[in-house]
């Protein structure tokens, strides 16, 4: 089962009204979402996902509440111009709740959990073809290194790709187990005591397979674009790399120019466009309830002219 995290927050900070017109870039099993479209009576809603069997659940419980609502199949890099081809130039909320969802860390067959023996997949749109089997296997020794350490904040980058190395030149890594006994043998005993060995290469690997950090950076920009005044983004991020990613874009459109600083008066055209309005870390209940949302962090920005 999916548990939203930092649900009330980032639906009360979405301030939504009546007739809010509101984009959930990241649908999932549609815990914010309906959360949502309960409160826009009169609004309408947009939910972006590339997942099928997210789409059909999320149909589901959407459909019981409003018709308020279509869910597009599509990865949120590609928010604009999906909401263009609606003649939907200008929205009231934006939501992106970065997380992996606990049924695709649950399936089996998906591949992102190193708890649970599967195939190495990873993908979240299963038809595209770059899959972890594919950059586990066939990426070089630079390359598994470097994707390690920039997107793991992996200690053992390079050791723990040393070992994938000499594991494949006998035998091709078929599934996320065989995956992780190779993880161990690349780090100290200590490590392994510490946490999980595996959690910060399989990180690294979903990232790489569905060019997440890119696409995030670009439709975050875009969702700037698109929100009218008095409209707010809210964003969950679940590691730092996304959250640094957040915090440089929301800076730069809220702060006044270094060179402008001195001036007497500034003028309007050259006054931020947005203000930051809070970040918000979750409870200890609902950390103590959710152990997944302990590393999550609600970011809100609204723009003002």
């Known amino acids: 089962m999916h548990i939203s995290v930092l649900l009330k927050e980032s639906i009360e900070n979405l301030n939504l009204k009546k007739d809010s017109i509101i984009v959930d870039a990241t649908l999932g099993y549609a815990g914010h979402s309906s959360n949502i479209l309960k409160q826009i009576k009169e609004g309408f809603l947009y939910a972006f996902d590339q997942d099928q069997e997210a789409i059909k659940e999320s149909e589901k419980k959407l459909s019981q509440i409003s018709n308020n609502y ?35 860390l649950d399936n089996d067959y998906r591949g992102f959990s190193f708890h649970n023996d599967a195939k190495l ?28 350490k920039l997107y793991g904040e992996e200690k053992y980058s390079y050791s723990i790709a040393k070992k994938i190395i000499d594991y494949r030149q006998n035998k091709k890594i078929e599934t996320t187990l065989e995956l992780v006994e190779i993880i161990k043998t690349g780090v100290p005993e200590k490590y392994k005591r510490e946490k999980h060995p595996a959690r910060k290469v399989f990180q690294a ?101």
Not at 75 to 101: T, W
Not at 215 to 227: G, M, P, T, W
Request: proline content about 3%.
């Open 70 to 104: 279509e869910i597009i199949k599509s990865n949120f890099v590609n928010l604009k111009s999906e909401l263009q081809k609606r003649n939907v130039n200008k929205i009231d909320g934006i939501l992106f709740d970065l997380g992996v969802s606990s049924p695709q």
């Open 121 to 148: 997949d990873m993908r979240m749109d299963v038809n595209q073809t770059l899959d972890a089997y594919t950059v586990v296997n066939e990426y070089d020794l630079s390359k598994l290194t470097e994707i390690f």
């Open 205 to 305: 690997i979903r990232i790489e397979v569905n060019n997440e950090l890119e696409v995030f950076e670009k439709a975050l920009k875009d969702a700037l674009d698109v929100i009218d005044i008095n409209g707010r983004i809210c964003v969950i991020t679940f590691h730092s790399l996304e959250d640094k990613i957040c915090k440089k874009v929301f800076k730069e459109v809220s702060e006044i120019k270094k060179e402008l600083k001195n001036m007497p008066i500034i003028p309007e055209e050259y006054l931020p466009k947005f203000k930051m309005i809070k970040t918000i870390d979750p409870s200890f209940e609902e950390i103590n309830e959710n152990a997944r949302s302990r590393s999550a962090k609600l970011r809100v920005i609204e723009r003002i002219r």
